[in-house]
């Protein structure tokens, strides 16, 4: 699978907007871009995912480099319950949809 | 939106007994189940994917033996840990996919095991 890098993490101030980056260098033509998140004790939650152009959702919005080697992850206006690990993942076409999760980035948010 | 289910949300057991976790999707049908399991402070590390009707694929390092995964219908998946010893202590989550719902995953609320 494809590899990501993201930074361990960010800190935002609540109401703010929070830009989280991703590298994906190696990603491949067919590679979805996934952004899940997991709150302390609690299993991921599906954010948002892409392929080629960028992506708003009521959670988030996702914007896709051009050459699709790196993507952010925007949420628009920090609140403190999206004090989270953000996970920013590929999903290859031909791995049956499994997602292999890297480290994350923590997001704290300040109040 | 889609839920699901996973039970129990936290077990404790003692050394050699073995403990069953139970995924359902509650409002669609799972065509696929993936069983991950998180050590504090770690990353989820996918144990085994399962379709239902057939034998789960297990990722390498993951004794099947051991991590007895069963999908028998299309909306449960059950993952049994024989034998469990402390070293299997840890945070389990199922997550499951329905083909009409496209890309997503949906995870369950975890399950953390204790062994004693």
């Known amino acids: 699978d494809a590899k990501t890098t993201q930074p361990n993490s960010m800190e935002s101030n609540e109401e703010e907007p929070v830009h989280l980056p991703c590298n994906h260098s190696?990603?491949?033509?067919?590679?979805?871009i996934h952004w899940y998140r997991q709150l302390p004790s609690q299993g991921p939650e599906y954010v948002i995912h892409?392929?080629?152009s960028n992506v708003n959702n009521r959670m988030a919005s996702l914007a896709i480099a051009e050459d699709r080697k790196s993507s952010t992850l925007i949420l628009h206006r920090a609140t403190l319950r999206d004090a989270a690990v953000y996970y920013c993942?590929?999903?290859?076409?031909?791995?049956?949809?499994?997602?292999?999760f890297g480290a994350g980035t923590t997001v704290t948010v300040r109040a | 939106g889609a839920v699901v289910s996973q039970h129990p949300s936290w077990v404790i057991c003692k050394s050699g007994t073995s403990v069953k976790i139970e995924c359902r999707s509650l409002?669609?049908?799972?065509?696929?189940m993936f069983w991950y399991r998180q050590f504090p402070k770690q990353s989820l590390m996918l144990m085994a994917t399962?379709?239902?009707?057939?034998?789960?694929?297990?990722e390498q390092g993951v004794e099947k033996d051991k991590f007895l995964i069963n999908h028998a219908s299309l909306t449960l998946s059950t993952l049994t840990v024989t034998s469990a010893h402390p070293e299997d202590s840890s945070f389990y989550i199922c997550?499951?996919?329905?083909?009409?719902?496209?890309?997503?995953?949906?995870f369950g609320s975890g399950t953390q095991l204790s062994v004693l």
């Open positions: 997550s499951a996919r329905a083909a009409v719902r496209g890309e997503k995953l949906f």
């Open positions: 190696t990603i491949s033509g067919t590679d979805y």
């Open positions: 892409g392929l080629t």
């Open positions: 993942i590929l999903r290859g076409t031909i791995n049956d949809y499994k997602l292999s």
């Open positions: 409002d669609f049908q799972a065509t696929t």
């Open positions: 399962s379709n239902e009707g057939s034998k789960a694929t297990y």
